[in-house]
């Protein structure tokens, strides 16, 4: 396994905790490459190396322990001056499928990212958004769910 | 012949079509020009038509150029399928702002007077604001023909709804209107008489509005001392279903066939409603009705000529007031602001380019009609929007934008007093409100802290129980809410903005605090949290009553060019012919003397369908 390869796995890792979706659907959207390499171009390798690293150590310290993971993401991660505003990016853009520029204080303390601006990553990714499914319906404007659906109740998906 | 590919392909120049004496030149490729277009061309007439805006969508892949740009643009406002043009153009809702006291706000295309600042929009593009309309297709009722008969306000039109009760059919089958005449006898009175039905079946109701239903129907509301019952409607839509068999009794004993997508291959889409929930800005599949769908039947007749990229600057006329010539600006790309003039010929003009730009053309050329009333009476339906979430989980964000509303407030006595309203019910949510969903996302996220499962957990709380009801609030014509144009304001071409000047009076403002009373008990009674706040520093922020509330345009603009009976009051007669000169006709809702509480577009194709009458007989 290449260094990418195995950055792109943890990325996925990563994915998988901060959207509850699996392993299995976050790679059904055929987005993870195409994000990986978004947030990479953004926020640069020494950032991306940081925030996996930390995310897989706090993994490895708490194995199937949710209670104990959320207590060391909160502390290490989400709350971290640096890492906290771009996991929150990472976040959005597995939903919507943007990327929204981290906030001015973030660039106030770490300096300016050239290509860190917002818009939307590629029609795919606007059509591939978590949130649509997680709603049970579908990105407006695409993958309809055909004629008289809508009159139905929602399938709205169970969490595990 | 001009045209190859079926007719879907311009190839005319624009010394030919200088060149050529036209039967009829018409401004604007949207549903009016498209429909003059179309019936002329079907009589044998050649017709040149000129669009301001780029025309490569006729294709399928056009089109879905359009699409992608919805897909990527970071705002998903009305206008976001389509590209920013210097060389004409458009409004955005995106580009309002709020005033400064005593001075008007030229930093966007639309120059704002106020002393309400409008965010109405419209498209320049092949096929006009359908291109990115809703398409709900109501009816005008009877009473709003007679306003100031029946209640003293506004004023008559020239004509009653019987008049205009065959075109409307016309309009209904051009559009392809999914519906159930059952549902719209909202005063009952039979308005559409003889077991007439819809082209298409009514497009099913969401699961959002049978909700509401349950708890709402059977609502009673007191208006002036006249109770009205209340009850969850289906509407009426340009948009494909399936097929009535009873309506071949309408259409010379033929099944109706619905239009699909545009394209110049077959392409078997758009045939039928897909539930997109985007209807706008822009239908992925073309089941919704717009303008190129009738305007490829004109192409298609070898009779018309389509000249996209090309503006109308001046309508020239002679000492009798006859059109003699109309001179245009034509820009090869929209990167550049290089162009070139000319002027074309034709034996009638028609000015088909909407109540805002028919009205700025016409004042840019030094004509205000005799009567000083061109652009004056501007209307809209100002949008009251409100909004909570419900008490269980409804679906909300599936379906066609909108399927149902409440229209039993849309007459009654009550008109002598303040306006009728009509509610929709909005199957996208908050979205027009709060830019719902991606707001709740980032609340939930950068504001709760949430990730993962308590993520989707609060996702589903706060978006699948939404309920947006946007009141659509009726505005009598007022000369002194006008479209004017000044050498001080210009786009890059040369040619004057328009600047809107509006102001909203007590007869509608009461509506608006009946509205939002209304909407209230609505939420109360179905154990609904209100989340509806108004901002003072909205754009669109009024006070009435000490309250405040914040309007939306409804671009539905209309009144720039009157018609009546009488020259000394009105732009154009009844047949939208502008009094002052004999060859050119106003076409569009900038004739209508009333808006009701309708939709404008079904109506004022309605019209254009009747003023083709006209024309006809003027070219024979």
Not at chain 1, 42 to 55: A, C, D, P, S, W
Not at chain 2, 8 to 22: F, P
Request: net charge negative; with cysteine.
């Amino acid at each position: 396994m290449n260094a990418k390869t195995l950055e792109i796995q943890q990325f996925l890792q990563l994915s998988v905790k901060l959207t509850a979706f699996s392993e299995f659907q976050l790679q059904g959207t055929g987005q993870l490459e195409e994000y990986y390499d978004a947030v990479y171009q953004i926020v640069g390798e020494k950032n991306m190396i940081q925030l996996l690293t930390t995310f897989d150590k706090i993994q490895d310290d708490t194995g199937s322990d949710e209670a104990a993971f959320d207590k060391q993401f909160r502390a290490k991660v989400l709350s971290d001056e640096k890492l906290g505003p771009i996991t929150r990016s990472i976040i959005k853009l597995w939903f919507v499928g943007t990327w929204y520029q981290l906030p001015k204080s973030w660039n106030d303390t770490f300096g300016l990212l050239e290509n860190d601006k917002t818009y939307v990553i590629s029609p795919s990714a606007y059509k591939e958004g978590l949130l649509w499914p997680t709603i049970g319906s579908h990105p407006m404007g695409a993958k309809a769910p055909g004629y008289g659906t809508w009159s139905a109740p929602p399938e709205i998906p169970a969490i595990d | 012949m001009s045209n190859d590919h079926g007719g879907l392909t311009t190839t005319i120049d624009h010394k030919t079509a200088a060149s050529t004496n036209y039967d009829a030149v018409i401004v604007g490729s949207g549903i009016s020009g498209a429909i003059a277009a179309k019936e002329l061309c079907e009589k044998g007439f050649k017709v040149l038509i000129l669009e301001a805006g780029p025309g490569k969508d006729l294709s399928l892949n056009g089109y879905e150029k359009y699409l992608d740009n919805f897909y990527t643009a970071t705002s998903k406002d009305n206008n976001a399928p389509f590209p920013r043009n210097p060389n004409a153009p458009m409004p955005r809702g995106t580009d309002v702002d709020s005033l400064r006291p005593g001075e008007p706000n030229s930093a966007n295309f639309l120059v704002q007077n106020g002393p309400l600042v409008t965010d109405t929009t419209y498209c320049k593009v092949v096929g006009g604001t359908t291109m990115h309309f809703e398409s709900k297709t109501p009816r005008m009722l009877p009473e709003d023909f007679h306003m100031k008969d029946k209640y003293d306000v506004g004023v008559n039109w020239p004509m009653d709804y019987k008049e205009l009760q065959p075109y409307y059919r016309k309009a209904e089958k051009e559009m392809g209107v999914s519906g159930e005449v059952a549902s719209q006898n909202i005063t009952g009175t039979d308005n559409y008489a003889e077991g007439y039905v819809f082209p298409m079946h009514g497009m099913p109701p969401s699961y959002l509005d049978q909700t509401v239903g349950k708890g709402l129907n059977g609502m009673k509301v007191d208006m002036k001392g006249e109770e009205h019952t209340l009850q969850v409607r289906p509407f009426p839509q340009g948009r494909n279903g399936i097929p009535n068999l009873e309506y071949k009794a309408f259409n010379d004993g033929e099944n109706f066939v619905p239009e699909g997508a545009v394209s110049l291959h077959q392409a078997e889409i758009g045939e039928r409603c897909q539930g997109n929930n985007n209807c706008t800005p822009i239908c992925p599949v073309q089941a919704k009705y717009d303008a190129r769908k009738t305007l490829v039947k004109a192409l298609r007749t070898g009779y018309a000529d389509l000249l996209p990229q090309t503006v109308a600057s001046k309508v020239v006329v002679d000492d009798s007031g006859k059109v003699t010539e109309l001179e245009y600006k034509h820009y090869d790309s929209m990167e550049s602001s290089e162009y070139e003039t000319g002027s074309f010929k034709g034996k009638i003009f028609v000015l088909a380019a909407n109540a805002i730009e028919n009205a700025r053309l016409m004042l840019a050329s030094g004509l205000q009609s005799s009567s000083k009333l061109m652009g004056k009476n501007f209307m809209d339906h100002p949008y009251l929007l409100t909004w909570g979430l419900l008490p269980e989980v409804a679906g909300t964000m599936r379906g066609t934008v909108c399927t149902s509303g409440i229209s039993d407030l849309r007459s009654g006595e009550f008109r002598k007093e303040h306006a009728a309203f009509a509610i929709d019910i909005h199957n996208d949510g908050w979205g027009w409100a709060t830019g719902s969903p991606y707001t709740n996302l980032h609340d939930i996220v950068d504001n709760m802290n949430k990730y993962g499962k308590e993520l989707r957990h609060e996702l589903v709380n706060q978006i699948s129980t939404q309920l947006l009801m946007a009141v659509m609030i009726e505005l009598m014509p007022d000369p002194s809410n006008s479209i004017t144009v000044s050498p001080d304001y210009t786009d890059r071409l040369g040619n004057m903005r328009p600047i809107v000047s509006l102001s909203i009076p007590d007869y509608t403002l009461k509506a608006v605090e009946k509205a939002r009373q209304v909407t209230r008990q609505i939420f109360q009674r179905l154990g609904a949290e209100d989340h509806t706040s108004y901002d003072p520093l909205d754009f669109g922020y009024v006070s009435y009553n000490g309250e405040g509330y914040a309007l939306r345009g409804g671009n539905h603009i209309a009144g720039t060019h009157i018609m009546g009976d009488d020259k000394a009051t009105s732009v154009v007669d009844k047949h939208q012919k502008s009094w002052d000169h004999e060859n050119l006709y106003l076409i569009g809702a900038g004739s209508m003397p009333s808006i009701g509480t309708s939709n404008t577009t079904l109506t004022l194709a309605a019209l254009c369908f009747k003023s083709t009458k006209k024309m006809l007989e003027d070219l024979i």
